[in-house]
């Protein structure tokens, strides 16, 4: 619960100043996380906000096929669909591939964090704040567009994230190394030599 609130008092406290919210939650949410990372508490609170967020999740599904089955997708055409998948495809991954330069991690999982990318469901709420803040025509291509690159994501990642990290997993053992064991992560191990 005290995630939670820290979580809306962030986001309320930010709108109330005509801040920016969603910056000021992902500012909370780093806060906390940095905070007492040895504590019971810490890792009971991030147990409750993994939940929250599934909860959350499976609403913000349920809410998309919905809005899917009441006709989001109607005002897409074929030329929007390859950007989406343009977006979706060469963008994000190179954008995150970008992103992660100079990071300790091998180019596999480089390429395979650049692929996946962010949850896309926050586009929702960029898109909704752009919407509201500017005058735009053809909104509902744009929700259009929007939720199409959500459902290809939804899809296409979620049947392909196990077999991938199967994949990586094999690829961090290495070989000689037992199945069972827990693959090691660079920057963890570095710790672990301190």
Request: hydrophobic residues 55%; negative net charge.
């Amino acid at each position: 619960l005290v995630a939670l609130g820290a979580t809306l008092f962030a986001y309320a406290t930010a709108e109330a100043a005509h801040g920016y919210g969603f910056l000021a939650v992902f500012v909370a949410a780093l806060t906390l996380r940095a905070a007492e990372r040895d504590h019971a508490f810490h890792e009971a609170m991030h147990d409750f906000a993994e939940q929250v967020e599934r909860l959350l999740m499976m609403l913000v599904l349920v809410l998309l096929g919905g809005a899917i089955a009441s006709g989001l997708l109607a005002p897409l055409t074929w030329k929007d669909a390859a950007l989406g998948l343009a977006l979706l495809f060469i963008v994000r991954p190179l954008a995150g591939w970008i992103g992660m330069i100079g990071a300790p991690h091998s180019r596999r999982e480089r390429a395979f964090v650049s692929f996946f990318g962010i949850r896309g469901i926050g586009s929702f709420y960029y898109l909704a704040w752009g919407l509201n803040h500017g005058e735009f025509d053809g909104w509902a291509r744009l929700w259009a567009i929007t939720g199409f690159i959500v459902l290809c994501s939804i899809l296409i990642h979620g049947v392909t994230a196990t077999p991938l990290m199967k994949t990586i997993d094999t690829w961090r053992r290495g070989p000689g190394r037992p199945d069972h064991e827990e693959p090691v992560d660079a920057a963890v191990a570095e710790d672990r030599q301190v």
